[in-house]
Nanobody, 124 residues
Framework: QVQLVESGGGLVQAGDSLRLSCAASGRSFSNYAMGWFRQAPGKEREFVAA????????YYADSVKGRFTISRDNAKNTVYLQMNSLKPEDTAIYYCAARLWGAASGSSQQYNYWGQGTQVTVSS
């Protein structure tokens, strides 16, 4: 089992950058593919980015491709989401998720564990 804690959210202006972190506790972090999802008020949770266990493969939603970068440091049990050129439509609660023994996926149903989320608000 793994526990996930997100950090790094906040209030920024359009065009600014933020880096989210997700720290995992428990053993064998490298056994997990990791993903970032987000949920805006009144909307369903949506996929943002995912990374495989080694970091060699990454996937992005079209809406963030070219602006966001997912990465991981298995020695630190941490996955990151670097968010550049933020837009007001990026405003949401961002969740980190872990998938045991699976490939990186854009489907929230494939993930076994979830963090509590961190709020990102982008003002225009």
């Amino acid at each position: 089992q793994v526990q996930l804690v997100e950090s790094g959210g906040g209030l920024v202006q359009a065009g600014d950058s933020l880096r989210l972190s997700c720290a995992a506790s428990g053993r064998s972090f490298s056994n997990y593919a990791m993903g970032w999802f987000r949920q805006a008020p009144g909307k369903e949770r949506e996929f943002v980015a995912a990374i495989n266990w080694s970091g060699s493969s990454t996937y992005y939603a079209d809406s963030v491709k070219g602006r966001f970068t997912i990465s991981r440091d298995n020695a630190k049990n941490t996955v990151y989401l670097q968010m550049n050129s933020l837009k007001p439509e990026d405003t949401a609660i961002y969740y980190c998720a872990a998938r045991l023994w699976g490939a990186a996926s854009g489907s929230s149903q494939q993930y076994n564990y979830w963090g509590q989320g961190t709020q990102v608000t982008v003002s225009s």
